[in-house]
T-cell receptor, first 113, second 109 residues
Framework: DTEVTQTPKHLVMGMTNKKSLKCEQH?????MYWYKQKAKKPPELMFV???????INESVPSRFSPECPNSSLLNLHLHALQPEDSALYLC????????????FGPGTRLTVT | LAKTTQPISMDSYEGQEVNITCSHN???????ITWYQQFPSQGPRFIIQ???TKVTNEVASLFIPADRKSSTLSLPRVSLSDTAVYYC??????????FGAGTTVTVRA
């Protein structure tokens, strides 16, 4: 199984809502990532978890809160988002937390109204 | 901050070879360079990785000069299905993991 799954595929939320994005992989990878991608731009790294511990936070606003409940799951909790946070949120995993081969999920298309 | 340069776009015809160069003059000493392909509304897909010299797999080749300040992805005999955005990904010497700006490759019949 070389698949990274993400739910939901699409999400529309108001600025006062709380929602969560979910990501799952069963490849035994020990590093998991969240990226944000705006239209016609490259993905931007947000967080990296290595062995279930947060190892990189790229100065992401606190309205984004990551969580890694176990080695297969990665969540991104969203609260009080702004319209400019609308984007495609991508999850990825890899054997180690390096630029080595990363497997990406299909992403969650988030719209903040 | 990591600085990369990739051509914004490239046009090609079926059966031709396409070469895309990414410059990364502040790459970290010990890390690999990886390349990804992305179709609209999908996550990026790994193509190839390398550290130096030349690496080849079943879909592409990657050329990295000795100074490692750039890398060139070579797609042999492209087809219409190779129309996509191609990104390099690397870690800079301040340990920031960054994608290049991306190159949109359009293959025409």
């Amino acid at each position: 199984d070389t698949e990274v799954t993400q739910t939901p595929k699409h999400l529309v939320m108001g600025m006062t809502n709380k929602k969560s994005l979910k990501c799952e992989q069963h490849m035994g990878h020990r590093a998991m990532y969240w990226y944000k991608q705006k239209a016609k731009k490259p993905p931007e790294l947000m967080f990296v978890y290595s062995y279930e511990k947060l190892s990189i936070n790229e100065s992401v606003p606190s309205r984004f809160s990551p969580e890694c409940p176990n080695s297969s799951l990665l969540n991104l909790h969203l609260h009080a988002l702004q319209p400019e946070d609308s984007a495609l949120y991508l999850c990825a995993s890899s054997q180690g937390a390096t630029p080595h081969e990363q497997y990406f999920g299909p992403g969650t298309r988030l719209t903040v109204t | 901050l990591a600085k990369t340069t990739q051509p914004i776009s490239m046009d090609s015809y079926e059966g031709q070879e396409v070469n895309i160069t990414c410059s990364h003059n502040n790459i970290a000493t010990n890390d690999y360079i990886t390349w990804y392909q992305q179709f609209p509304s999908q996550g990026p897909r790994f193509i190839i990785q390398g550290y130096k010299t030349k690496v080849t797999n079943e879909v592409a080749s990657l050329f990295i000069p000795a100074d490692r300040k750039s890398s060139t992805l070579s797609l042999p005999r492209v087809s219409l299905s190779d129309t996509a955005v191609y990104y390099c990904l690397f870690r800079s010497n301040d340990y920031k993991l960054s994608f290049g700006a991306g190159t949109t490759v359009t293959v025409r019949a």
